[in-house]
């Protein structure tokens, strides 16, 4: 249910509908918007419907959560989500990028292209200190050491830090150094990991699985949501499909469905959905175009000499010609990079 409250509630008044609604045994789940303060009571709804919510000081109206996603729908909070990370915003006017290695290599190499991607326009460094790998003997990180390489470019090159989490046992080490857990697509339906990342602080980045439904996607967040972590990104990396001729087929359609469907910022992943590194740039561009709130990008000055990805990795000569080649297309869609 959500419980909209009168523009003239007081703080007392709220408070004492909180502590109602958790003495049913309910969570409460606030969200402030300009002009109202919304409720939103999950659990079960035969208790609420028995009590007379109306009735209370304070509040203006109660509404039914029609979608199995509570918290992640436009139905609990109207606005759009925007969500700080350091100086950064994601999901407000600017169109944020994020871009770096697939893999944490070594440091130099890894602070050299923190500074090209953030001369380029990049707000984020990304790379992975932990790699989810189809076969056992492929490169699968350095693990500690690459996120102390990873925390000490963001200390040099000042970009905030956004790299992947695969176990539950690693999240408060990971913390420790990045400043966004990504949630990769193998591990978008694993329920025991959402709920931990769902008790941490840190905004999290939730790639859609390979071949998951819209909804099943939004579930996810829901998972992290109700563990009282609301800065929750999701991402649009492509789907299996029966295509062939690229990566991962992807799924544009998803951008502006989400708009309608969620308060969550979206953001759209080329250099996985397509697998090569000449097609990164077009599918960047019209993901801008159909409503992004921001980009992931593979960047790597040698990328035949990559550990992992580099079939995808645009080097940064042509990541800065696709940043410039951006900024007109923001800008007619009323955004800015």
């Not at 969570?27 to 209370?56: C, F, N, Y």
Request: net charge positive; proline share 6%; charged share 25%.
């Amino acid at each position: 249910m959500i419980i909209v409250l009168r523009p003239d509630a007081t703080e007392e008044q709220q408070e004492h509908i909180i502590k109602k609604l958790k003495g049913l045994g309910l969570q409460v789940h606030i969200s402030k918007g300009t002009e109202r303060t919304i409720l939103g009571a999950i659990g079960d709804e035969a208790i609420l419907r028995s009590v007379p919510l109306e009735a209370i000081p304070g509040v203006e109206k109660v509404l039914p959560i029609l979608k199995p996603y509570k918290l992640a729908s436009r139905e609990f909070r109207k606005e759009d989500t925007v969500i700080d990370v350091g100086n950064a915003r994601i999901g407000g006017k600017k169109i944020v990028v994020m871009a770096g290695p697939c893999a944490v290599e070594n440091k130099t190499l890894l602070v050299e292209i923190a500074k090209e991607v953030k001369n380029a326009g990049a707000s984020f460094l990304r790379g992975g200190a932990f790699k989810p790998r189809t076969s056992p003997y492929a490169f699968q990180g350095l693990e500690e050491e690459g996120l102390k390489y990873l925390a000490e470019a963001r200390d040099r090159v000042g970009l905030p830090v956004v790299t992947e989490v695969m176990d539950p046992r690693d999240i408060t080490m990971i913390a420790q150094y990045a400043d966004v857990l990504q949630i990769g697509a193998r591990n978008m339906q694993n329920f025991r990991l959402l709920k931990e990342v769902g008790l941490c602080r840190k905004p999290v980045l939730l790639k859609r699985g390979i071949s998951a439904t819209i909804k099943e996607w939004l579930m996810s967040a829901e998972y992290i949501m109700a563990g009282g972590n609301h800065n929750v990104i999701l991402c649009e990396r492509g789907i299996r499909t029966y295509e062939t001729a690229t990566r991962n087929t992807l799924d544009l359609s998803a951008v502006p469905v989400l708009k309608q469907m969620t308060h969550l910022p979206v953001i759209v992943d080329p250099s996985h959905a397509v697998g090569k590194w000449d097609l990164v740039a077009p599918m960047a561009k019209a993901a801008v175009a159909a409503g992004a709130d921001g980009l992931i990008i593979e960047v790597h000055p040698n990328p035949e000499e990559a550990l992992c990805d580099g079939e995808q990795s645009l080097k940064p000569k042509s990541f800065k010609q696709l940043m410039d080649e951006l900024r007109p297309i923001a800008r007619a869609v009323g955004r800015e990079i």
